[in-house]
Every structure is written in C-alpha cells, then in structure tokens.
C-alpha cells in the first residue's frame, strides 16, 4: 500500500477530482440555461455571512487537524501538529472542490506526507478520523432531525426539484448507510481475527441473501426486503450488531 499510494500518485489525484469539479460547475451553469441570472445571483451574496461561514469552515479545517494529531500521535512520535493542522485545512479544502468529497483523504495523506509522517500513519490516521466523522453525523444527524433542525428549508432551494431539507435527508441518509458499512466491516474483520474465517463466511451468506434473495429460484426465494429495513435488523434493532448478546456481552 505504502509504495502504491506515493505522494506522486496522490497529487495527481487530487489533480484530477479538481477538474472533474470545475467540470462539474461549468455544467451546472450550462443545465441551468441562465448564466446572467447565475452571475445576479452573486451579487445578491450577503458578504457579512459569507465571511461567517468562512469562520465556520475554518473549525472544521482546525478540528480535523487536531483529530489527525491525536489519532497519529499513538504510532507515530510526535508529530507536528503544525503540518496536522495544516493537513486538515488541505483535506477540508479539497473535499470542498471534488465530487462527493473525493479529495479530501488523498489530500490529508499528501499533506501529511510532506510533514514527515509515514505514508502507512497518514493512511491509517486519515481512515480513523474518518470513521469518527462519520460516527458524529450518524449520531448528531437523527438527533437534529428529532429536534426540527432543518424543517424550514424545506421551502427553500430547488436543486432538480428537491428542496434543500431533500438533500439534508439524503445526505444524512447516505452517512448512515456508510456508518453501517462500516461497522459490519469491522465486526465482521474482528469475527474472522477472534474465531477463523468460518463465521463471518456463513454472516456474509446470510446477509447476501437478505440483500439479493429475492432474485433466487422459487422456493427459495424471499419477499424483496428494502435497505431500510436490512439496516434497521443490522444496526439498530436489538437483535442486531447493538443488540441484546452485545448488551450481555459487555456488562457481565
């Protein structure tokens, strides 16, 4: 991994996922059919929050720096924590400008690389405060939602007919759907290191059939089961990944 992931490598990366953006704004403005109204637009920006939201942004640049410091400092003898910082300035820029966030870990790594860290530490810090991240959302998300966050965007934006309380819920939906992924790729690695690789081979048939037994010959198939429900029996239910055998396994 660490001879495949180069600093090289992930520059050019970083390059690509950039024009891949630029590209992606240009088409907007060309499906949109109305550059003249897209440049007015601009010029109705209240400055003042703009300059807030810079502000907020610039915590998000600082706490991922802090975050890499903290999770690279238990493998890695003092690492800067200037170059952490800065690493996680450059990772929350990037994923600001590629697609879907794209660029935001090759850009962490790089950076970190470039302060000294093993390119080995800067993959598997950036992993780690990744599966924090996530972890905060999945938590934060639903909880925000409990207490009416975002109800009144509901009338506002249009983004190909959906408003902009669609796209919160989407995206809250795609962070959980993640969250889970990760947490049945952890538990089911910790199986296979604690007991072989027969149980989670015989989970990963029986989870395999729950996504696509549907599509089996008669006899044995199913009704079709949706992701919500296969995520709500993974992770949420008390017979899942979090539930009763977990709850006894943990306290007695």
């Not at 989407?170 to 969250?179: D, F, M």
Request: net charge positive; hydrophobic share 50%.
């Amino acid at each position: 991994m660490a001879r495949l992931l180069t600093p090289k490598l992930l520059l050019r990366g970083f390059e690509i996922f950039l024009v891949a953006s630029l590209l992606g704004f240009v088409a907007t403005f060309v499906y949109g059919d109305d550059l003249s109204a897209s440049l007015a637009a601009l010029g109705r920006l209240e400055w003042p929050w703009l300059l807030v939201g810079i502000g907020l942004a610039s915590m998000d640049w600082i706490g991922g720096g802090l975050r890499l410091w903290v999770v690279a400092r238990h493998i890695f003898p003092n690492p800067p924590l200037k170059g952490m910082l800065l690493a996680g300035g450059m990772g929350a820029w990037a994923a600001y400008v590629t697609p879907l966030n794209s660029g935001a870990g090759p850009m962490t790594m790089y950076t970190m690389r470039r302060y000294g860290v093993p390119l080995p530490v800067a993959v598997t810090s950036t992993l780690m405060t990744f599966i924090a991240t996530i972890l905060f959302f999945g938590i934060a998300g639903p909880l925000a939602i409990l207490f009416g966050a975002g109800r009144s965007l509901g009338t506002k934006g249009n983004v190909l007919g959906l408003s902009l309380y669609d796209l919160f819920l989407g995206s809250l939906g795609v962070v959980a759907g993640i969250g889970v992924l990760l947490i049945v790729i952890v538990v089911f690695e910790a199986s296979r290191r604690v007991m072989g690789p027969a149980l989670p081979i015989i989970c990963g048939l029986f989870l395999a059939y729950g996504l696509f037994g549907q599509y089996l010959p008669e006899g044995l198939a199913h009704r079709d089961y949706g992701y919500d429900q296969i995520v709500s029996q993974l992770a949420l239910g008390t017979e899942g990944i979090y539930g009763i055998a977990t709850l006894v396994s943990s306290t007695y």
